[in-house]
């Protein structure tokens, strides 16, 4: 059965996936649902003077701003219908999480299945509503205050409650409009389709990153020499994370021979694989979507608040200890309890114990669970320390020369890890499309036999 299936994999070409029509209606739907999400990212909110917002966004784009305005794919810098991107519906997605673990009628609509896991998600969507209308008043209040240049000229041609209303209204439907559109991708396209609006609002402002960072090259601001050491640190970090994200430990499963009629089956073995990183880049995008909500309503109003907002929003600063404290133990426990939602190891040993198979030398049942909770912990310290040095150490690198943030570790690893889950699928999907192929033409043969 490997054998066959490494063949097929081996097989996979263009020819494959011309005849794969299902395949070739979901990457087209995917990639329309993409441009549709580029095209929203040019769209400014009404009531605002986009020059003058440019200007004053240059001149704080430094900051914590920079890395909002990465993972919304430049439109937090432009200000426009989809400012806010996904951010409050994953900060919600996190938040219903977390409440589902803990709170009892949450915990016995997880125990529900289905329908139970259907009215998660619909809480969820009325958290994301509420953030992102919080969020949205946050941002028309900041735009009215600190969004001024040195002349005193606002970025806000008319400032009041209808701007303020109308902004709320406006960046809220964005994020509304983006969440319908991600689960529609990942339901009728390729990939996860939150992980995918994220992945191409980076990759999409990464050419006007590169060209920025050679012009300031050319004009003397940076060193040659930094530029050259900057991309060598990238295709090292890229190299490292490919590497990282492929590392797996194969745990042996032996299933015990048994009779079955006149002949013996079983006696086999195969092999449980548990990856290093086996939270992917969710850990991450949690992380990051966590922070920056608290973080950028304080940015946003420090210049009008108390002094010790201002202070506040010193310390959480792009490159800050305090912020990047923050930023590595929210890596660290979103590792930890991403693993733990999608991997049981106690239904795990179960699942194993009816199939008859064990792991030589541990004893089916507590002793196997014990045993791959134990190995899970090992792989996931392991993977949260890598998290956290991809993370943070470009990062600290980068914030000392003032770079775009789409050279740090944390654009890097989601443009990476995206694209090799989206890889997969595709294989996957090209796969079962050749195997309905051999069933078709083995039930056609058995026809004319």
């Known amino acids: 059965m490997v054998s066959a299936v490494e063949q097929l994999a081996a097989n996979i070409n263009l020819g494959a996936l011309r005849k794969a029509s299902e395949l070739k209606k979901r990457l087209w739907f995917t990639l329309g649902a993409l441009i549709i999400y580029r095209l929203g990212t040019y769209i400014p909110i009404p009531g605002i003077d986009p020059l003058i917002f440019g200007d004053i966004f240059a001149s704080q784009a430094g900051g914590i701003f920079g890395m909002y305005n990465m993972f919304a794919g430049g439109a937090f810098g432009r200000m426009t219908i989809f400012a806010l991107n996904v951010i409050p519906y994953i900060s919600a997605a996190i938040i219903m999480q977390l409440m589902s673990r803990t709170i009892p009628t949450l915990v016995e609509l997880r125990k529900e299945g289905e329908p139970g896991r259907k009215k998660i998600n619909q809480y969820t969507r009325y958290g994301t509503v509420i953030l992102a209308s919080l969020q949205a008043f946050g941002i028309a209040v900041g735009l009215e205050t600190s969004f001024t240049t040195t002349a005193g000229q606002s970025a806000v041609i008319d400032?009041?409650?209808?701007?303020?209303?109308?902004?709320?209204i406006t960046l809220t439907g964005g994020t509304i409009f983006l969440m319908w559109l991600g689960e529609q991708i990942t339901s009728r396209g390729v990939g996860n389709g939150i992980s995918l609006i994220i992945f191409s609002g980076i990759v999409a402002e990464l050419p006007s990153a590169i060209y920025n960072t050679l012009e300031l090259a050319r004009l003397g601001s940076l060193n040659i020499g930094l530029v050259g050491f900057l991309i060598l640190m990238v295709m090292v970090v890229i190299v490292f994370i490919v590497f990282v994200e492929r590392a797996q430990r194969r745990i042996l499963v032996q299933y015990p021979k048994r009779q079955?009629?006149?002949?013996?089956?079983g006696g086999e073995s195969s092999?449980?694989?548990?990856?290093?990183?086996?939270?992917?880049?969710?850990?991450?995008?949690?992380?990051?979507?966590?922070?920056?909500?608290?973080?950028?309503?304080?940015?946003?109003n420090a210049?009008?608040?108390?002094?010790?907002?201002?202070?506040?929003?010193?310390?959480?600063?792009?490159?800050?200890?305090?912020?990047?404290?923050l930023y590595a133990a929210a890596i660290i426990f979103f590792t930890f309890f991403y693993v733990s939602y999608v991997f049981n190891p106690t239904e795990t040993a179960d699942n194993l114990k009816k199939q008859g198979g064990f792991i030589p030398g541990i004893r089916p049942g507590?002793?196997?669970?014990?045993?791959?909770?134990?190995?899970?912990?090992?792989?996931?310290?392991?993977?949260?320390?890598?998290?956290?040095?991809?993370?943070?150490?470009?990062?600290?690198?980068?914030?000392?020369w003032a770079l775009p943030f789409y050279f740090g570790g944390t654009s890097l690893l989601i443009v990476v890890t995206v694209t090799l889950d989206t890889v997969g699928q595709i294989q996957a999907h090209l796969l079962a499309h050749q195997y309905e192929g051999l069933i078709k033409k083995s039930k056609l043969r058995g026809r004319r036999g």
């Open 159 to 168: 400032p009041g409650m209808f701007f303020r209303l109308s902004t709320v």
């Open 303 to 325: 210049g009008q608040g108390p002094q010790w907002l201002s202070m506040l929003a010193g310390y959480l600063g792009r490159g800050q200890p305090v912020y990047m404290l």
């Open 366 to 400: 507590r002793n196997t669970a014990e045993y791959l909770d134990y190995v899970l912990t090992r792989l996931t310290v392991a993977g949260a320390c890598y998290l956290t040095a991809v993370a943070l150490l470009p990062e600290l690198l980068i914030s000392q």
């Open 260 to 265: 079955m009629g006149q002949r013996m089956v």
């Open 271 to 300: 092999h449980l694989p548990l990856k290093l990183n086996s939270a992917g880049v969710i850990p991450l995008i949690f992380a990051s979507s966590i922070l920056l909500l608290p973080i950028t309503a304080i940015g946003v």
